[in-house]
């Protein structure tokens, strides 16, 4: 379903694909650190993260895939300093082969305090 294109260039030393190709129904999201209750974390980038990335492997459990069927996430961080920090987290989440990614700095987010948001795109099984 996900495979990851030489494009020859070199190993990268963060956690992203230069390219992947993907067969099967587009799954489209977008990701904050939105707590159940709806309630916004705006603690520590860990924490944000974290709970960034579980709302997506929940999102994409509840469309019937994994993690695995995503093929490409944008970054969204009001610091970009604290990109060691979700490289750390990220890769609790994500595993070779890892989508495609692409990382910006914001001046801010719409919610006051919230670090990160995330775009991720992902192809799931026809079934």
Do not use: C
């Not at 860990?46 to 069927?69: I, P």
């Amino acid at each position: 379903m996900k495979q990851v294109i030489d494009v020859g260039l070199p190993a990268l030393k963060q956690p992203f694909s230069w390219a992947v190709k993907a067969t099967g129904a587009m799954l489209f999201t977008a990701h904050g650190p939105v707590r159940q209750d709806g309630s916004i974390d705006t603690g520590p980038i860990e924490a944000q993260t974290r709970l960034t990335f579980e709302n997506l492997r929940r999102t994409l459990e509840n469309a019937g895939g994994t993690l695995a069927d995503v093929t490409q996430v944008l970054i969204y961080m009001t610091d970009v300093t604290d990109m060691p920090a979700i490289d750390a987290v990220y890769r609790e989440f994500f595993e070779a082969p890892y989508p495609n990614r692409s990382s910006a700095a914001v001046a801010a987010l719409v919610v006051p305090g919230m670090k990160i948001e995330i775009v991720a795109y992902g192809m799931l099984e026809q079934g």
